[in-house]
């Protein structure tokens, strides 16, 4: 995703849009953004064959207070889930699902992704 003025830092919105369209380019298919219920919000649902995955995108500026991974604590882990599994009984899903989640940071050409595939899992 080209963002204009490709240096300056991406909005929360932008880096779900640029992530969506990272993931489409290798393979996944977008399903929903911004998944809502009252367990909480999931940014992106895709599909990848056949497994269902649930994408969290975390984008921060810098390093500051430990980047964008870091901001997926114990607390985000289990409202990530609860709203993954709210979401699997409202529209029925019985295959195989992962929850992945996507870093995004600024760099010298553009934001960067690091990808962890199956990166929350259930306890």
């Not at 300056?8 to 779900?16: S, V």
């Not at 604590?73 to 993954?84: E, F, N, Q, S, V």
Request: charged share 25%; glycine share 8%.
């Amino acid at each position: 995703m080209a963002v204009s003025g490709s240096h300056r830092p991406l909005t929360g919105p932008q880096a779900e849009s640029w992530t969506a369209e990272y993931l489409t380019a290798r393979g996944l298919r977008l399903i929903e953004r911004n998944y809502r219920c009252r367990l909480g919000e999931i940014d992106l649902v895709m599909a990848e064959g056949a497994t269902l995955v649930f994408v969290e995108v975390r984008y921060r500026s810098g390093k500051r207070y430990g980047g964008a991974l870091a901001s997926v604590d114990r607390h985000k882990c289990r409202r990530l889930l609860a709203t993954a599994q709210h979401y699997m009984v409202e529209h029925r899903v019985t295959g195989a699902v992962r929850l992945d989640v996507v870093a995004v940071s600024p760099g010298a050409a553009g934001p960067q992704a690091e990808w962890i595939r199956n990166a929350i899992e259930a306890q």
